[in-house]
Each structure stands twice: as structure tokens, then as C-alpha cells.
């Protein structure tokens, strides 16, 4: 059993990345520019906003970071986008999810243009994606497929099932890994809260991908013997040991699961730093993209 170290990978995509920027450097070249709209003070999204800022740093990317209250109204946050839509210096952009109630993601996500569009949420890159036009692939999708690619995952012919079908990452993992594509060609399973007996369907994959939002819904009982196991789950439980009062769990019952796998991927350490590090391959593409 390998215990796949997302991290370490993430650390190899940001030193290439660093090398592709100071080579841009060499040549006079733009270097690429990220900025990221956070609103409100949720905690779970400042730490991803943070981290990556903190990568845009580490890797000599440029970035901003535009924050408004709470309350900010919605057409003040599409002027914004607006504004940075037209912005030649920005590349690329992010709005962090989830929004405030009282704003419309999906009328934000679809103001942003989509050559700016790093998160890959734009119905246009959604739909590229299907289609193989050139666009956009969404972070964690791209990032898990990263993974696999750099980890050498047999994916031909295998049995992959993805646990959660959202637009962010089960319904677009399910596309690219169901295409005629390496990493590819898997005959996917896409299960969701109202699949019947997923134990069953779970126990005929080659390949589990849990993205339920569900701290340790994935049991000993519902892997077969040598599946490979990846979590995507991050859900924030309370911990009296641990130092801020919380952990991170992940969708996996990893104790008890990891024996069981022949490859599997912590939560930290796993997917996230994967997610991030598909977003900064997506900024220096979105400036490529435009022959900067
Ligand atoms: P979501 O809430 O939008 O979707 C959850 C999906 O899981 C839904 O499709 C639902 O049908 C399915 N589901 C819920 N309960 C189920 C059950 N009992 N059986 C089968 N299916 C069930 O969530 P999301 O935005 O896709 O995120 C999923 C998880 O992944 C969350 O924990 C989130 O924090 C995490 N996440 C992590 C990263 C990362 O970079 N590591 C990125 C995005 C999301």
C-alpha cells in the first residue's frame, strides 16, 4: 500500500512552474498575474485564498487579493468582475465559493470571461471540456487527473466510481475520465445521494473517488483488495486536541481503508495541494493562451 503524497507532487508542479516563470524572466517576458475575490470572513475560504496567494509567492507569480464584507451586494461583485474581465494585467481570476446568500453564484461565475476563467467554472469551459475544444479544465478535476498522470494509475479499462456528481468536481471528473484520453477511457460510475447500494457498486472499483462532503462515509467493507482510493473530501470536524479545535476529515475511513488499498490519498495532503496546483498551471496557461 502507497500512500500518495499530494504535496510532494504539488512541490514538483510549483519548482517546474518557477523555472517556466524565470525563464519568461529571461526573455522580458509578462509574468503570469492571479487575483483572487474573496467575500465574507468564512474561515474555510480565507485559508484557501491564502494558500493560494502563498503558492502565487512561491512560485514568483504575481497576485491580488480583493476583499469585500459580507454584505457586499451582488452588482457591486459584477463590477468587480467586470473590471477585472477588462484588467490587461490580470490573467486570470478566481471569485472563492461559496458566496453570501443574498448573491447569485452562478450569475457571477458566468460574468467571468472565460479566458480568465482559472477555476474552469464557465458553463463555455464546462462545455469545451465535453466537447475537447481547448478551455478551461476545472482545478480539482484537473488536479486529481494530474495525479494519477504523474503516479502512473492504470486508468484504460478500469472501474472508477466517483462519489458526489457537483459541478465542480464529480460531474467533470466523470467527463474526463470516462474519454477516450490518458488518464481515460475508465468506465465511470458517477454515484450521488440517490444511488441505491453503493457498498455493492463501490466493491466492482478499480478506483474509488469520494467527493460526498461526508466525513468517513467510505468504509473497510465497500473497497475491493488493491482498488485505488482517492479523497477529495474536506470537512472541517471538531477536535479538542487539535490545536485550532478542528481537523480536516476527509470522505475515506483512511484507518481502516489504507491496509486495504494499493494506493491511497491522505486528506491533508492529498488532493487539496493538487487542487492549487492545477490552478497555477491554469494562470500561466491563461496568459499563454493569450500569446502574452
Ligand atoms: P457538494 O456538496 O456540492 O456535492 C456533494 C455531492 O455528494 C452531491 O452530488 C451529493 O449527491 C453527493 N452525496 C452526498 N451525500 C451522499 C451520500 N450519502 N451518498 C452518495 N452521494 C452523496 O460538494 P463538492 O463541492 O463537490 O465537495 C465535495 C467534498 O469535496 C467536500 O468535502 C469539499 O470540501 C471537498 N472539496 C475539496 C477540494 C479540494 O481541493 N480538496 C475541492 C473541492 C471540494
Known amino acids: ?23 519568461r524572466k529571461s526573455e522580458g517576458k509578462k509574468i503570469p498575474h ?33 476583499r469585500y464584507d ?4 451582488e452588482d457591486i461583485l459584477l463590477a468587480k468582475v467586470e473590471s477585472l474581465n477588462q484588467d490587461r494585467s490580470i490573467d486570470g481570476f478566481i471569485v472563492q465559493l461559496p458566496l453570501p446568500k443574498h448573491i447569485d453564484e452562478l450569475k457571477v461565475t458566468q ?24 478551455g478551461f479544465l476545472p482545478a480539482t478535476p484537473a488536479g486529481i487527473l494530474e495525479l494519477i498522470r504523474r503516479k502512473n494509475i492504470p486508468t484504460e479499462g478500469k472501474n472508477c466510481v466517483i462519489i458526489g456528481r457537483s459541478n465542480i468536481v464529480g460531474m467533470p471528473l466523470s467527463i ?8 481515460g477511457n475508465c468506465t465511470v460510475t458517477l454515484a450521488h445521494s440517490k444511488t441505491t447500494n453503493l457498498p455493492e457498486i463501490c466493491r466492482q472499483a478499480d478506483i474509488i473517488i469520494a467527493a460526498a462532503g461526508q466525513p468517513g462515509f467510505v468504509t473497510y467493507d465497500m473497497v475491493k483488495a488493491g482498488a485505488v482510493v482517492i479523497d ?29 488499498c494499493s494506493m491511497i490519498t491522505p486528506v491533508p495532503g492529498g488532493v487539496g495541494p493538487m487542487t492549487i496546483a492545477s ?4 494562470t500561466l496557461k491563461a496568459m499563454e493562451l493569450k500569446g502574452k
Open 34 to 66: 492571479l487575483a483572487a475575490v474573496l467575500v465574507g470572513t468564512d474561515s474555510a475560504s480565507m485559508t484557501y485564498v491564502q494558500n493560494k496567494v502563498k503558492a502565487c509567492e512561491e512560485i514568483g507569480f504575481e497576485s491580488t487579493l480583493i
Open 111 to 134: 460574468a467571468i470571461d472565460p479566458l480568465k476563467d482559472i477555476d474552469g467554472f464557465h458553463p463555455r469551459n464546462l462545455g469545451n471540456m465535453v466537447v475537447h475544444l481547448p
Open 232 to 260: 477529495v473530501g474536506t470537512t472541517r470536524i471538531e477536535d479538542p486536541k487539535a490545536p485550532k479545535g478542528w481537523r480536516l476529515a476527509g470522505d475515506v475511513d483512511f484507518e481502516n481503508v489504507a491496509p486495504k
Open 70 to 73: 459580507d454584505s457586499v451586494p
Open 176 to 183: 474526463m475520465l470516462s474519454g477516450n484520453s490518458n488518464p
Open 1 to 23: 500500500m502507497e500512500i500518495i503524497d499530494g504535496k510532494a507532487i504539488s512541490q514538483q508542479i510549483k519548482a517546474e512552474l518557477k523555472a517556466a516563470v524565470q525563464f
Open 279 to 282: 490552478l497555477m498551471m491554469n
